[in-house]
C-alpha cells in the first residue's frame, strides 16, 4: 500500500506561481512512475506531468514551459512548481503512484488550485 497526501493548492491571480507537494508514504526509489493529473467537473481525468525512476519527464503540452516535476528522494515527496498560470489551469489536481512490477496503482485525495483574478 501507498499512501499519498497532497498540499500546496489554493487561488492564485493569472500569471502567478505555486508549488504542490505529494508526501509519500514509502520510499519513491520503488515507485515505478510518479505523476500529476488534474481534473474539473464534467471532464476526464488529465495526466499534468510525470517522472519515472529513471528520472525521465513528461508534460502536457499545456503546461510545457510552465510546469516542472520535481522529487526529492530524502522526503519521498514529489513537487509540482506551476508558474505563470492561466485560469485553464483551475482544477483538482491529484498526485499519482504506478508500480508496474505490481500493476498497482494509487491516487491521492487531491488539491484544489484556483487561478482567478
Known amino acids: 500500500q501507498v499512501q499519498l497526501v497532497e498540499s500546496g493548492g489554493g487561488l492564485v491571480q493569472p500569471g502567478g506561481s505555486l508549488r504542490l507537494s505529494c508526501a509519500v508514504s514509502?520510499?519513491?526509489?520503488?515507485?515505478?512512475?510518479m505523476g500529476w493529473y488534474r481534473q474539473t467537473p464534467g471532464k476526464q481525468r488529465e495526466l499534468v506531468a510525470s517522472?519515472?525512476?529513471?528520472?525521465?519527464?513528461n508534460y502536457a503540452d499545456s503546461v510545457k514551459g510552465r510546469f516542472t516535476i520535481t522529487r526529492d528522494f530524502a522526503k519521498n515527496t514529489v513537487y509540482l512548481q506551476m508558474n505563470s498560470l492561466k485560469p485553464e489551469d483551475t482544477a483538482v489536481y491529484y498526485c499519482?503512484?504506478?508500480?508496474?512490477?505490481?500493476?498497482?496503482?494509487?491516487w491521492g485525495q487531491g488539491t484544489q488550485v484556483t487561478v482567478s483574478s
Open positions: 499519482n503512484a504506478h508500480i508496474i512490477l505490481n500493476r498497482e496503482n494509487y
Open positions: 514509502r520510499s519513491i526509489f520503488s515507485i515505478s512512475v
Open positions: 517522472i519515472t525512476q529513471d528520472g525521465i519527464t
